[in-house]
Nanobody, 116 residues
């Protein structure tokens, strides 16, 4: 059974840092793209950052220079280091894992709250 499990998140003051982690497991197929999305109340889910097996990254403009995504391919694990956090970064953060052949799986989400 495929599982995508996030950890990290929490409450932090504006300007602070948090680190999110996510592990994908349960399939013999390769996870070729992993990433983070977020959804604030009343808003659509939006891309934060993604990373491929080869290390290619994509970032939302709003987080460039503040967030860094990294990946451990051997463990199908992805991390999101979030620095200089702003109140507008407050959202539920979801991990995404796209497996070869079987498609995308989502984690359950983890809350990030940035107080002003």
């Amino acid at each position: 059974q495929v599982q995508v499990v996030e950890s990290g998140g929490g409450l932090v003051q504006s300007g602070g840092s948090l680190r999110l982690s996510c592990a994908a497991s349960g399939s013999d197929f390769e996870v070729y793209v992993m990433g983070w999305y977020r959804q604030a109340p009343g808003e659509k889910r939006e891309l934060v950052a993604t990373i491929t097996t080869g290390g290619s990254t994509v970032y939302a403009d709003s987080v460039k220079g503040r967030f860094t995504i990294s990946r451990d391919n051997g463990k199908n694990t992805v991390h999101l280091q979030m620095n200089s956090l702003k109140p507008e970064d407050t959202a539920v953060y979801y991990c995404s894992a796209i497996f070869q052949r079987i498609g995308r799986y989502w984690g359950q989400g983890t809350q990030v709250t940035v107080s002003s």
